[in-house]
Every structure is written in structure tokens, then in C-alpha cells.
């Protein structure tokens, strides 16, 4: 089960809630990431709220859909989400990092509604791989979603498990590609250019669908249509923002790792809330 499927207008408003509570919850820390999990926050905010199949009263819940953060610094994004939808109460999102929180800087299954620990990166298209092989070995139509960093696809683990997602058919795993240009140390094209990556991906044999990550309809339109895909798996390359939704943060490396001050935060939630 999952929520009622919520209106464009209404992914949108829910989309920016979620962007006030990462900026709340990271000024609140002193600590942690908000460019990616802005990036990413109408990504997660649809694939939750319209798409995924899940339990929030039963996290275990066996024929839930999966989905797996690899890139981990992005968490108060997803911990935002996990509240919203009823994994724990939102109360909890201001212990972000906070000794003996439930909520560590990086994910971790202390918390409920998250599948697997992540951070490490490069690692996680391998687990989301292994979720989607289990499920077609139980004969079960779970889907499992990955959300991947575009500096983390310069790691060769991913491509190895792309080559073995594309052998072994599999057609219940979507990645979702946060494409916002910027890694830690600067562009990625700076870093280790990573174009083209359409063709990288059709090559290793992925369906493959490129959107405008900060539309709404575009990106429920994409997650409609990799359910529909049958014999390869499928990759959504979502062209982001880093830091959207924050005029002083949109595509500013410095915001990769640094959370804002409480002046920043205000003015950001000023900005969030117009």
C-alpha cells in the first residue's frame, strides 16, 4: 500500500515542505549534505508519495517495493520523506546526527523504512541488484529503485553491477540518476567527465529515459514508463539543480557537504516558503 496518490500542485507543495524541513534539519545539526538532497527532493518526494509500494505502519511488510539511497550523505532528504509518509514522527528529524539518534548521518537500518546501510559509494546499484534478483527468485513483482549521485557513477563498481543488472534481465530495477553536475571537489566534468552517459548506459544494455528532474510530470511520466519496460532494466537520468529550491545554494559546490548557518537557514526557508 502507500499514500493517496497526491495531484501535480500537490507533489510540488509536498516537494517543497521537504526542502524546508532538509534546511531545518541540517541548520539544526550544524552538519550533512543539503545540495544532492535538494537536488534530488522532487525525485524522492514522487517516487514516495505515487509510485513506490510500501507499509509505513510495517516496514517488513514482504511484498513491499524497495528502494536503496547509494548516495548516502543525501539522507535528511530521505529521513524528511520516511517522516512524511509515517515511518517515525517528524519530531525525530531534528536528532539529525545527534548521539544516540535514530537518524545517523548516514543511513543506517536503526531507522525505520531504510533497507540497507549506504554511504560507502559506488556500492549501492549492487545492492539494488541483489533486491531485484531475490525478488525474482521468490517469484515476487516487487520493484526496487536506486538513486545514484552522478559523481558516484565515476566508480567502476557501478558499471559492473549496470553489466550484470543488463545479463541477467532485470527488469524490476529502475536507478535514478541525480544529474545536477557537481561533486564534492567541483563539476564532474572537471572531476572525471562522465558524458556521454545516455550512451554509456544504452551500451551496457539499459532502457534508458533522460528528464527534467524538477518536473513533476516528467518524472512521474518516466517512473510510469520503466514499470512498463520487460527484459532490461531501466535508468531515469534526471537533470538537477544542486541546492534547488535556494537561490544562494542552486549549483554551489561549496553546499555539497557544508550545512547552512542559522542566517542561511532563514533566509533559505524565507525563500521555501513564497
Same mark, same amino acid.
Given at each position: 500500500?502507500?499514500?493517496?496518490? #497526491?495531484?501535480? *500542485?500537490?507533489?510540488?507543495?509536498?516537494? +517543497?515542505?521537504? %526542502? %524546508?524541513?532538509?534546511?531545518?534539519?541540517?541548520?539544526?545539526?550544524?552538519?550533512?549534505?543539503?545540495?544532492?538532497?535538494?537536488?534530488?527532493?522532487?525525485?524522492? $518526494?514522487?517516487?514516495?508519495?505515487?509510485?513506490? %509500494?510500501?507499509?509505513?505502519?510495517?516496514?517488513?511488510?514482504?511484498?513491499?517495493?524497495?528502494?536503496?539511497?547509494?548516495?548516502?550523505?543525501?539522507?535528511?532528504?530521505?529521513?524528511?520523506?520516511?517522516?512524511?509518509v509515517g515511518y517515525f514522527p517528524k519530531e525525530k528529524l531534528l536528532t539529525l546526527r545527534k548521539l544516540g539518534s535514530i537518524l545517523q548521518g548516514?543511513?543506517?537500518?536503526? $531507522?525505520?523504512?531504510?533497507?540497507?546501510?549506504?554511504?560507502?559509494?559506488?556500492?549501492?546499484?549492487?545492492?539494488?541488484?541483489?533486491?531485484?534478483?531475490?525478488?525474482?527468485?521468490? *517469484?515476487?513483482?516487487?520493484?526496487?529503485?536506486?538513486?545514484?549521485?552522478?559523481?558516484?557513477? /565515476?566508480?567502476?563498481?557501478?558499471?559492473?553491477?549496470?553489466?550484470?543488472?543488463?545479463?541477467?534481465?532485470?527488469?524490476? #530495477?529502475?536507478?535514478? #540518476?541525480?544529474?545536477?553536475?557537481?561533486?564534492?571537489?567541483?563539476?564532474?566534468?572537471?572531476?572525471?567527465?562522465?558524458?556521454? #552517459?545516455?550512451a554509456k548506459w544504452l551500451a551496457f544494455g539499459w532502457n534508458v529515459i533522460e528528464i527534467d528532474g524538477h518536473n513533476m510530470q516528467q518524472i512521474l511520466s518516466?517512473?510510469?514508463?520503466?514499470?512498463?519496460?520487460?527484459? +532490461?532494466? $531501466?535508468?531515469?537520468?534526471?537533470?538537477?539543480?544542486?541546492? +534547488?529550491?535556494?537561490?544562494?545554494?542552486?549549483?554551489?559546490?561549496?553546499?555539497?557537504?557544508?550545512?547552512? $548557518?542559522?542566517?542561511?537557514? +532563514? /533566509?533559505?526557508?524565507?525563500?521555501?516558503?513564497?
Amino acid at each position: 500500500m502507500a499514500n493517496k496518490e #497526491l495531484s501535480l *500542485k500537490e507533489l510540488e507543495a509536498k516537494a +517543497k515542505e521537504i %526542502r %524546508r524541513l532538509i534546511i531545518e534539519m541540517l541548520a539544526k545539526a550544524g552538519s550533512g549534505h543539503p545540495g544532492g538532497s535538494l537536488s534530488a527532493a522532487d525525485l524522492v $518526494t514522487a517516487l514516495y508519495f505515487n509510485i513506490l %509500494r510500501f507499509n509505513s505502519q510495517n516496514p517488513a511488510w514482504p511484498d513491499r517495493d524497495r528502494f536503496h539511497m547509494s548516495k548516502g550523505h543525501c539522507c535528511p532528504l530521505w529521513y524528511a520523506v520516511l517522516a512524511q509518509v509515517g515511518y517515525f514522527p517528524k519530531e525525530k528529524l531534528l536528532t539529525l546526527r545527534k548521539l544516540g539518534s535514530i537518524l545517523q548521518g548516514h543511513p543506517d537500518r536503526v $531507522t525505520p523504512g531504510i533497507e540497507s546501510a549506504s554511504g560507502s559509494l559506488g556500492q549501492g546499484l549492487s545492492i539494488a541488484l541483489g533486491m531485484s534478483l531475490a525478488a525474482k527468485m521468490d *517469484k515476487k513483482d516487487y520493484r526496487v529503485y536506486c538513486l545514484l549521485g552522478d559523481g558516484e557513477v /565515476q566508480e567502476g563498481n557501478i558499471w559492473e553491477a549496470a553489466m550484470a543488472a543488463s545479463h541477467f534481465k532485470s527488469d524490476n #530495477l529502475c536507478a535514478i #540518476l541525480d544529474f545536477n553536475g557537481c561533486q564534492i571537489d567541483g563539476k564532474c566534468e572537471d572531476i572525471m567527465g562522465i558524458q556521454p #552517459l545516455s550512451a554509456k548506459w544504452l551500451a551496457f544494455g539499459w532502457n534508458v529515459i533522460e528528464i527534467d528532474g524538477h518536473n513533476m510530470q516528467q518524472i512521474l511520466s518516466a517512473y510510469n514508463q520503466a514499470r512498463a519496460v520487460k527484459g +532490461k532494466p $531501466t535508468v531515469i537520468i534526471a537533470h538537477t539543480i544542486k541546492g +534547488k529550491g535556494v537561490s544562494f545554494m542552486e549549483g554551489v559546490v561549496g553546499f555539497h557537504g557544508r550545512a547552512p $548557518t542559522q542566517e542561511e537557514a +532563514k /533566509q533559505a526557508l524565507k525563500e521555501l516558503a513564497e
